[in-house]
Each structure stands twice: as structure tokens, then as C-alpha cells.
């Protein structure tokens, strides 16, 4: 795929979102994001210590800006894509690029721009994953890293499609396909257990609370079941020397 001039979006205007709607985090919950505890768990944990200082990242479906996993490294350079300008959500101090994308599967930035491209819950959304996954590697420098979170337990939600759910290895069949290396793909869940008895669900929203005072002591006391999510993690290093054809 040729390289493309960067498109930033300016803050001033919006569009119409596509036919796709929007590529990732469309739904918010309650809390005003659309990012749950697992996620960020996971991001903490695996992802975090992956990004050095100074490194420039790229999020597809951001749920804001800065987004929520931004807020937690304020020192990187952290510019976001999608398929809509929802520029009415967004509060970012102009530092940071906004680029639109003209379909789920074309970002309009050159060849190897970014250290990081990230995405936490957006992969279910893309109907042609593997189309996707090849856009990622290419604005990707080599010995950059692509780094997702999908979930595994969460039901359906069309928002506004949802095509997948997936285990480590078809993480890593998506990767190595587009050229990648796989670093880390694990599934699982961070979430700390409400009760005896969790099981694999939808979880909880980033910011939630855990039911408190004598209602958690009756559930926590006759081990009333309660969800939590389980989502997988994967990270991939774009070698830099090309595999052998």
C-alpha cells in the first residue's frame, strides 16, 4: 500500500460518520467512557511498560481526548484515528493529531510514522480484520509494536457491528499474516473478584464501584455468582528486516 499525507482533524469542525459508524469505542457507559476495568487492567499491566518515554503512539477508536489510557502516560506523544470527527467530545489542547480515516481499513499516514499503533476494543467492530491488521503493521516503524485489547466473555453488542471474538492464537495468526512478530498474547481476566463465584461476562466500566456495604456482605456470604470480564491482550513486533517471500 503507497504511503498517504497525513490528515489532522481540526477540532473546529465535525463529519458525518460513514456507513461503518464509528470504528471503536461508540457505546459509553455510565461512567462516560466506553473503556471497562479489565481493559485498563490490561493495559496497566502489559502494555504500559511496552511504550518507553518519548515514544509516539497511535489509538484507533479513542473514547476521548486525551483518551483514558493517554491519561495514564501524559509524556508520550499520542495522536488518535477514526472514522468520525466527534469534536463536541473532545477536549484536547491541540497537541495531539486527530486523524479521520476515510474507511476502517486505510489510515492516511505515511509508511512507519509510528512507534505504538494501539486499539482496546475495536478489533470485534472491523469486519475485515485481517485487511485491518495489515493497515496497523504498515504505519507501524520497524521494531515498532502493534497492541491490542479485544474482549473474549463480553456478549453481543452491535455498535455498530460485531463480528469476533477471539483466543491468543488467532491473534497470532492475524499477526504473523500481516508480518508481525508476537511478543505477548494472553487472555484472561485482572478483575478483581466480587465474590466465590465469578464467572466470564461483560465485567465492569473503568471508574465503577463494587456493590458496598451490606448488600456485597450478603452477596459475598452465600457466594453469589457475578461477572468479570476476560479480554485478550496481544502485542506484535514489526521486524526490521523484512521475512523472507
Known amino acids: 500500500m503507497r504511503s498517504r499525507a497525513a490528515t489532522r482533524v481540526s477540532s473546529s469542525r465535525r463529519s458525518s460518520a460513514s456507513s461503518e459508524g464509528r470504528l471503536g469505542l461508540g457505546s459509553r ?41 493517554c491519561r495514564e502516560m501524559p509524556d508520550r506523544v499520542w495522536d488518535t484515528a477514526d472514522l468520525v470527527d466527534e469534536a ?40 475485515e480484520i ?22 473474549v466473555s463480553w456478549e453481543y453488542h452491535e455498535a455498530p457491528v460485531d463480528c469476533w471474538r477471539m483466543y491468543p492464537e488467532a491473534m497470532r495468526a492475524l499477526s504473523e499474516r500481516a508480518g508481525l512478530e508476537v511478543e505477548l498474547s494472553w487472555c484472561g481476566s485482572l478483575e478483581p473478584p466480587r465474590t466465590r463465584r465469578p464467572f466470564p461476562g461483560n465485567g465492569a466500566p473503568a471508574g465503577a464501584r463494587s456493590p458496598g456495604g451490606l448488600r456485597l456482605a450478603v452477596m459475598r456470604l452465600i457466594g453469589w455468582p457475578l461477572p468479570v470480564a476476560h479480554d485478550l491482550v496481544t502485542v506484535a513486533v514489526k521486524p526490521v528486516a523484512p521475512r523472507p517471500a
Do not use: C
Open 130 to 151: 485481517w485487511t485491518w491488521m495489515d493497515e496497523l503493521a504498515r504505519v507501524t516503524r520497524p521494531g515498532g509494536k502493534v497492541i491490542t485489547i479485544s474482549p
Open 29 to 69: 457507559n455510565a461512567h462516560g467512557t466506553g473503556v471497562h476495568l479489565n481493559s485498563l487492567l490490561l493495559f496497566r499491566r502489559f502494555v504500559a511498560p511496552r511504550i518507553s518515554p518519548g515514544a509516539r503512539v497511535l489509538e484507533l477508536g479513542a473514547d476521548g481526548d486525551p483518551s483514558i489510557f
Open 88 to 127: 463536541g467530545e473532545w477536549s484536547g489542547d491541540g497537541s495531539r493529531a486527530r486523524i479521520l480515516m476515510p474507511s476502517p481499513y486505510e489510515i492516511p499516514v505515511p509508511d512507519g510514522t509510528y512507534d505504538v499503533v494501539f486499539s482496546a476494543q475495536v478489533a470485534e467492530h472491523v469486519r
